[in-house]
């Protein structure tokens, strides 16, 4: 069964440290790829080395939507509670345009109207804008996160005319993500949505030639008290499965084959 995991932070010191361990159980869950995401320089230099390591981690490389103005976040004294290393504009948009040729994917990138105030929107906005066009010309998929301006992230994604993206975590309206998986964009789903109604209900409700998976680990665990890793994909699956109401075989089957048209191989 090849299933995958397109969102992951195997360069987290929770997984890292027992990577080793972390990915045997992943294949044993019968999963082939696993997308490393980046969020700045030093992460996706980290994610670049895993991957030349392992075959079965993918690495995108990406500029997280807090760290990219995380400078001017300090300046102003605003409260962001991840430990993130300071990395300017040019530097992190730099880092991902020298290696794009190595890059399975750009991700992830976006919006984040959470931690980020108003008043750094614009500059936020014109970072992710100049890694959408550089994946754009690279013919690379993207691997969107964005919370509370999910609308403003599409409109931008159609504007620029980004075709191949994956929507990681969605937390919007139901509505618009219907407009998103119309609009031929794909959403994952996380494996904890066994006990989150909003991703149980977009998991039975979007069509299912738009549906991934992902653990966006070792975040959002299926099992409170430890974090969640790769092989906890296989929970989403069978959700699926039991949603859908259709054998695990063929869950992973139709999702494989959305796997394939986002990103142009095989997981
Ligand atoms: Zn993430």
Redesign the pocket.
Known sequence: MPLFDV?A?LSDARLLNSIEEVLKRAEEAGVRSILA?GLNPQDNARVLELSQRYPMVKPCFGFYPVDAVLAEMREQGIEYPRDAPLFDKEEGIGWVAEHIGQAFAVG?IGLDGHWVPTSLWGAQEEVFRRLVKLAIEAGKAIVI?TRKREERAFQLLKELGAKRVNW?CFGGKLRLAREIAEHGHFLSIPSNAYRNEAFRKMLAALPRESILFET?CPYLSPEPGRPSEPADVLRVAELAAELWKEPLKIVVERVSENFTRLFGVEP
């Open positions: 969102h932070h995401n992830e996160h990681h966006d």
